[in-house]
């Protein structure tokens, strides 16, 4: 059974941070790289960050540098600090597994999401 439970989203003036999480079953978390991806409203989803099992990280270039991606294997529970935030970072924000070879479209279950709001 794949359960992925995101939190942490609100409403935050742009510079601000905030900090997600994801509860992931743990069927799937300990043999998957993981990511982070956005979907803003009238838009696709779009992956953000990924992290492989072993940490290794990789960032999509619109927040490389403020957001930073982490794993805790023990935990089955993947973060994301995001700082710096934009208004163009507004979007609802989930977790799923990550591969070169699958893309958002392709995945087929997803949590609620977290929903961050960013200010001018």
């Known amino acids: 059974q794949v359960q992925l439970v995101e939190s942490g989203g609100g409403l935050v003036q742009a510079g601000g941070s905030l900090r997600l999480s994801c509860s992931a079953s743990?069927?799937?978390?300990?043999?998957?790289?993981m990511g982070w991806y956005r979907q803003a409203p009238g838009k696709r989803r779009e992956l953000i960050a990924s992290i492989a099992t072993g940490g290794s990280a990789n960032y999509r270039d619109s927040v490389k540098g403020r957001f930073t991606i982490s794993r805790d294997n023990a935990k089955n529970t993947l973060y994301l600090q995001m700082n710096n935030l934009k208004p163009e970072d507004t979007a609802v924000y989930y977790c799923?597994?990550?591969?070169?070879?699958?893309?958002?479209?392709?995945?087929?279950?997803w949590g609620q999401g977290t929903q961050v709001t960013v200010s001018a």
């Open positions: 743990a069927n799937i978390f300990s043999i998957n790289a």
């Open positions: 799923n597994t990550f591969s070169d070879y699958v893309g958002p479209d392709e995945l087929d279950y």
